[in-house]
């Protein structure tokens, strides 16, 4: 079965720190992987998407690496801001089709002054 | 572009009622979803469109209908509401490559009583 795990659960960082989320994922075969943002009350906003072939991939203070051999993703997020508050979702497409996609539940990021 | 919205933004419904959601885009996505998020799970695809007239299920299709009569639009129907239904839901869209960015709505909340 398709599965997505990510940690921490939930993260508190002062702002103006660095942070880095893990995804590990068990999906197969692979097609891509994807980072959202989620501010509370919101739907999801891409982030990143990575293909099997690309190692990282940055948006604004954003960077995401994948590491296809050991199926794990992080996201590190530089100069954190209050407006990084947010839960971030990490998300496995396997080949074939959208519909196969697994969403992972999340980390929560608190950025406080 | 108003991207993708939803309508409406909160709902309460009593066990047995009926109600339908609507999603439409404005970026004429071929692809369109609908999702359920419950706290402590990653988002669950519900039904999903690959194209105007064609609906196909997701993973929890049980107890929702669907229908996209129109290449904009995408409705959600409840028959006949459970609490277990109660949940916030999201419409995405996206192009036909696999690797697009999918968009998401702002999301529907629904509690059934």
């Known amino acids: 079965k398709n599965q997505v795990e990510q940690s921490p659960q939930s993260l508190i960082i002062l702002e103006g720190k660095n942070c880095t989320l893990q995804?590990?994922?068990?999906?197969?075969?692979?097609?891509?992987l994807r980072w959202y943002k989620q501010d509370t009350g919101r739907g999801p906003v891409s982030l990143t998407i990575m293909t099997f072939s690309e190692n990282t991939k940055s948006n604004g203070r954003y960077t995401a690496t994948l590491d296809a051999d050991t199926k794990q993703s992080s996201l590190h997020i530089t100069a954190s801001q209050l407006s990084d508050s947010a839960s971030y979702i990490c998300?496995?497409?396997?080949?074939?089709?959208?519909?196969?996609?697994?969403f992972g539940t999340g980390t929560k990021l608190q950025v406080i002054p | 572009n108003a991207g993708v919205t939803q309508t409406p933004k909160f709902r309460v419904l009593k066990t047995g009622q009926s109600m339908t959601l609507l999603c439409a885009q404005d970026m004429n996505h071929e692809y369109m979803y609908w999702y359920r998020q419950d706290p402590g799970m990653g988002l669950r695809l519900i039904h999903y469109s690959v194209g105007e007239g064609t609906t196909a299920k997701g993973e929890v299709p049980d107890g929702y209908n669907v229908s996209r009569l129109k290449k904009q639009n995408f409705l959600l129907g409840l028959e006949s509401a459970a609490p277990s239904q109660t949940s916030v839901y999201f419409c995405a869209s996206k192009r036909q490559k696999e690797a697009d960015t999918q968009y998401f709505g702002p999301g529907t909340r629904l509690t059934v009583l």
């Open positions: 995804c590990n994922y068990t999906v197969s075969p692979f097609s891509n």
């Open positions: 998300v496995a497409l396997p080949s074939g089709g959208y519909q196969k996609v697994t």
